[in-house]
């Protein structure tokens, strides 16, 4: 069954602590993607990566790290840095076309 | 960066009603794609539009990219209650060279919600 899975789907975590979001995609595709969503405010790029070992900032990168050590994974932390981390996280895939997205990890801060 | 707008926000209709969404960029874009996303759910990809002035239909929905290359709508004829959700348009750059894409970059999305 080919597909984008995330996990969790949801996530509790203490102020300070930091925390890594699972993404892992069978479609042998090359590039992925880290968005946030925000009640309102669409889809925020967090991070990119277009090949193995390489990985770009998005628009709102400042509290994340990312890491691409093998195509099919494609890891988030938040890290305590990020000063409003409760959000809904979605994880994408694609070649050239369309992007096929996880079913989401809604991280939610306690 | 590049920045795509989107509006409106919000559009509430009664069923039966037409509804349209439009998507705008100061800069050209090379293509552009429309994903829906479901209550509760993830973005769906709908179509992607490459050519300048392409028009392209989905049995109710009808896609339209702009002769410019800067600007884009979809529109449903006749909404039903299974039309609700949120509508994004995302356009992705073309890295130096040409040879990969790599920014897939999202409109902030149009919520519909349809009353029966």
């Known amino acids: 069954d080919g597909g984008i899975t995330q996990s969790p789907k949801y996530l509790f975590r203490k102020e300070g602590q930091n925390v890594t979001l699972s993404c892992e995609q069978n479609l042998n595709h090359d590039a992925m993607y880290w968005y946030r969503q925000d009640p309102g405010q669409g889809l925020r790029l967090i991070y990119y990566?277009?090949?193995?070992?390489?990985?770009q900032k998005g628009d709102i990168a400042e509290g994340y790290s990312v890491s691409r050590e093998k195509k099919e994974s494609f890891p988030l932390t938040v890290t305590s840095a990020q000063k409003n981390p409760t959000a809904f996280y979605l994880c994408?895939?694609?070649?050239?076309?369309?992007?096929?997205f996880g079913q989401g990890t809604r991280l939610t801060v306690v | 960066g590049q920045q795509v707008m989107q509006i409106p926000q919000y559009q509430h209709v009664q069923e039966g009603e037409d509804f349209t969404t439009y998507c705008n960029s100061s800069?050209?874009?090379?293509?552009i794609q429309w994903y829906k996303q479901r209550p509760g759910g993830h973005p769906v990809f709908l179509i992607q539009l490459v050519k300048s002035g392409e028009v392209k239909k989905q049995k109710r929905l009808t896609f339209q990219f702009g002769e410019a290359k800067k600007n884009s709508s979809l529109h449903i004829t006749a909404t039903q209650t299974t039309d609700v959700g949120t509508y994004f348009c995302a356009a992705r750059s073309l890295e130096a060279g040409g040879t990969s894409y790599g920014k897939l970059t999202f409109g902030q999305g149009t919520i519909l919600t349809v009353h029966p």
């Open positions: 800069t050209t874009l090379s293509n």
């Open positions: 994408a895939s694609s070649i050239f076309s369309e992007a096929f």
């Open positions: 990566s277009q090949i193995v070992n390489d990985f």
